[in-house]
């Protein structure tokens, strides 16, 4: 990744750093995941699940929908295509609350059905 001064010195720090919020936010959505398969039929385990459902259909799609060349070895972001900081720290929050919506309905999940991944 080229940093913003001295080009063409790299900037390895800022490619962990958002791999690092990726796997975080991987690790999250499992979470929600498995306490939604643990929990049974609730009411908050449908909210879940549905909030879910949508946030799925929201990123699916490809790429090249979202960004576009700026040269043969960058891309930028299209125009309102482009998730903001914004936008990601609002689902964050979203998905933290579900989470702490169905473990305080549950109080414990059933760890034996929670271990089926379908997060992909």
């Keep these: 990744m080229p940093s913003s001064r001295n080009w063409p010195t790299v900037n390895p720090s800022r490619i962990l750093e958002e791999m690092r919020e990726g796997i975080k936010d991987y690790r ?16 908050e385990t ?7 459902k949508q946030l799925r ?5 490809e790429l090249a929908e979202c960004v576009e060349p700026s040269s043969s070895l960058t891309w930028r972001a299209i ?35 929670a271990d089926a991944e379908d997060w992909r």
């Design 57 to 61: 259909e929201e990123i699916s799609g």
């Design 79 to 113: 125009p309102k295509k482009a998730w903001t900081a914004e936008r990601y720290n609002r689902l964050r929050r979203e998905v933290t609350t579900q989470i702490l919506g169905v473990r305080d309905a549950i109080g414990e999940p059933d760890r034996q059905g």
């Design 46 to 52: 449908d909210e879940a699940g549905e909030f879910l």
């Design 28 to 43: 999250y959505l499992i979470t929600l995941e498995r306490l939604i398969r643990g929990a049974g039929k609730r009411r």
